[in-house]
Structures are given as C-alpha cells and as structure tokens.
C-alpha cells in the first residue's frame, strides 16, 4: 500500500462502505459522495450506516444509456432486471437478508 498510496486510499475507503452495506446486490456509496450523484438516480439514505444504496434497477441514467447505445450493448429495462433478479432470488439459495435487500432498496418484489 506504501507503494501506491492512492490506491490504498481507495482500497480502503470501498473496504469501509462494504463493511457498512447490507447483503446483497446493492451499489453503496459512502454519504459524503451524495453530490457527486447524477440526476435522476433513485437513492436510499442509510444514516445510520453513513452509506447510500442506488436502486440500479429503476434508475434512469441518460449518460449510461448514450455509452450503452454508441457501444451497442444490450441494456435491458427495468421490466426486464426485476424479473431476471426475482428469478434469481427464487431459483438459488440467497440468505434472507439478501432477498430483503432486493425488495427494500431495489423495489423487487418476490
């Protein structure tokens, strides 16, 4: 970490939102990066943590959506991902608290 101290910077802090974050799919962020948010993305505040959850399902990012298509790729909807992450959650073995996650912060319901 001495040889690259930005990296362990980095390292450290995501180590630290991890730590922080509840099981699942989630996409956390620690609270101090709240302006550092595009519009448009549906958040959810954990204070109590100090981490904020982005619901990646039925967030609209419009900066993500011109990459996807000037790159071609696939980018299914909300429809589509909510689906795929019930099935998910149905088909596999995931802890409790992970399917809680997908319903509370992601708005799947199962």
Same mark, same amino acid.
């Given at each position: =970490?001495?040889?690259?101290? #930005?990296?362990?910077?980095?390292?450290?802090?995501?180590? +630290?939102?991890?730590?922080?974050?509840?099981?699942? !799919?989630?996409?956390?962020?620690?609270?101090?990066?709240?302006?550092? /948010? !595009?519009?448009?993305? /549906?958040?959810?505040? #954990?204070?109590?943590?100090? /981490?904020?959850?982005?619901?990646?399902?039925?967030?609209?990012?419009?900066?993500? @959506?011109? /990459?996807?298509? @000037?790159?071609?790729?696939? +980018? !299914?909807?909300?429809?589509?991902?909510?689906?795929?992450?019930?099935?998910?959650?149905?088909?596999?073995?995931?802890?409790?608290?992970?399917?809680?996650?997908?319903?509370?912060?992601?708005? #799947?319901? =199962?």
């Amino acid at each position: =970490m001495t040889l690259f101290p #930005v990296m362990g910077t980095a390292l450290i802090r995501a180590i +630290s939102v991890a730590k922080k974050c509840p099981s699942g !799919p989630l996409l956390a962020l620690a609270i101090e990066n709240r302006e550092r /948010i !595009p519009e448009g993305l /549906i958040v959810h505040e #954990v204070p109590a943590q100090g /981490i904020l959850l982005v619901d990646w399902i039925h967030s609209k990012d419009e900066l993500a @959506k011109d /990459i996807a298509k @000037k790159s071609d790729l696939h +980018s !299914p909807d909300s429809l589509m991902l909510s689906m795929h992450l019930r099935e998910y959650c149905q088909t596999h073995q995931v802890k409790e608290e992970w399917k809680t996650s997908v319903h509370d912060f992601l708005g #799947v319901s =199962m």
